[in-house]
């Protein structure tokens, strides 16, 4: 299984980005999909996740800016980013974790995508 990233950028404060993300390879299905970011000397951390559209959770410095979505019929990720914020610069990943056709569990993260915001 296998995550491709997209749509980061550089964009000024306040203003609004969408990252894709889309699973592809032997999935039967898939628990959790979400986003985390690392910053220059951060640790990785979580911004938003969704699990099977039932839990959803965000980061207390992105609640009311960023909206997680999820498309189970595509295999895909949004997560959509509004009033940003110079401190939001950082690399965003993907991450997923459900069962294969073969009934395994697999985690995969995606390859990052930078996302810059100018002050």
């Known amino acids: 299984v296998q995550l491709v990233e997209s749509g980061g950028g550089l964009v000024q404060a306040g203003g609004s980005l969408r990252l894709s993300c889309v699973a592809s390879?032997?999935?039967?299905?898939?628990?959790?999909m979400g986003w985390y970011r690392q910053a220059p000397g951060n640790q990785r951390e979580l911004v938003a996740s969704?699990?099977?559209?039932?839990?959803?959770n965000y980061a207390d410095s992105v609640k009311g800016r960023f909206t997680i979505s999820r498309d189970d019929a595509k295999n895909t990720v949004y997560l959509q980013m509004n009033s940003l914020k110079p401190e939001d610069t950082a690399v965003y990943y993907c991450?997923?974790?459900?069962?294969?056709?073969?009934?395994?569990?697999?985690?995969?993260w995606g390859q990052g995508t930078l996302v810059t915001v100018s002050s």
């Open positions: 390879g032997s999935i039967f299905i898939i628990n959790t």
């Open positions: 991450y997923a974790k459900g069962r294969d056709a073969d009934a395994r569990w697999f985690e995969v």
């Open positions: 969704d699990t099977k559209g039932e839990r959803i």
